[in-house]
T-cell receptor, first 115, second 111 residues
Framework: EAGVTQSPRYAVLQEGQAVSFWCDPISGHDTLYWYQQPRDQGPQLLVY????????NSQLPSDRFSAVRPKGTNSTLKIQSAKQGDTATYLC?????????????FGEGSKLTVL | QQKVQQSPESLSVPEGGMASFNCTSS?????YFWWYRQHSGEGPKALMSIFSDGDKKEGRFTAHLNKASLHVSLHIRDSQPSDSALYFCAASDTGNYKYVFGAGTRLKVIA
């Protein structure tokens, strides 16, 4: 069974540039999460979806961040006008559901460096 | 305020020794616990979950949960160099599928 796939693995930007991260969850997983993980810190929840619906995006740092999951499968996280403080690894995870009792399956992450 | 607190920040144990990690939730809505491990350059991988009071053992790993205090611990016996990694505690809110992670504990197993 294929795992969670993320791309690109690495991105290096100048401040002010935009970047999009793509996530393909495990087939059949209806819940999808985006986390931000600064270096040597714990993952911090940004947004999560159940099917195509946003359940909670209140943790997105600013309106420069947006996320969509239009068909309830793949998802894209976009950062507009990136800042140095956005430097982090962006992790996507999916879960088969289970109302908080299901395991999260993570991708390898997309490491962003903003110069 | 961080809902999930972990300690210690880092830990070194000799090969074959016992590694112990602690975690506390500050929000009673978050009372289902998970332990994840992350090796460098990889995403976190689930080790085990614990939802009920008491102990849960899976191989070399034992978790203990006290629901009254919302405190969970993880113990690794016979630690191996391959266990060197970041260990995260995560707590979930069963009402809305939300999972919150702690800041992590870095384990180094010395051969």
């Amino acid at each position: 069974e294929a795992g969670v796939t993320q791309s690109p693995r690495y991105a290096v930007l100048q401040e002010g540039q935009a970047v999009s991260f793509w996530c393909d969850p495990i087939s059949g997983h209806d819940t999808l999460y985006w986390y931000q993980q600064p270096r040597d810190q714990g993952p911090q929840l940004l947004v999560y979806f159940r099917d195509e619906a946003v359940i909670d995006n209140s943790q997105l740092p600013s309106d420069r961040f947006s996320a969509v999951r239009p068909k309830g499968t793949n998802s894209t996280l976009k950062i507009q006008s990136a800042k140095q403080g956005d430097t982090a690894t962006y992790l996507c995870a999916s879960s088969p559901g289970g109302a908080g009792t299901g395991q999260l399956y993570f991708g390898e992450g997309s490491k962003l460096t903003v110069l | 305020q961080q809902k999930v607190q972990q300690s210690p920040e880092s830990l070194s144990v000799p090969e074959g020794g016992m590694a112990s990690f602690n975690c506390t939730s500050s929000d009673r809505n978050f009372q289902y616990f998970w332990w994840y491990r992350q090796h460098s350059g990889e995403g976190p991988k689930a080790l085990m979950s614990i939802f009920s009071d008491g102990d849960k053992k899976e191989g070399r790993f034992t978790a203990h949960l006290n629901k009254a205090s919302l405190h969970v611990s993880l113990h690794i016996r016979d630690s191996q160099p391959s266990d060197s990694a970041l260990y995260f505690c995560a707590a979930s809110d069963t009402g809305n599928y939300k999972y919150v992670f702690g800041a992590g504990t870095r384990l180094k197993v010395i051969a």
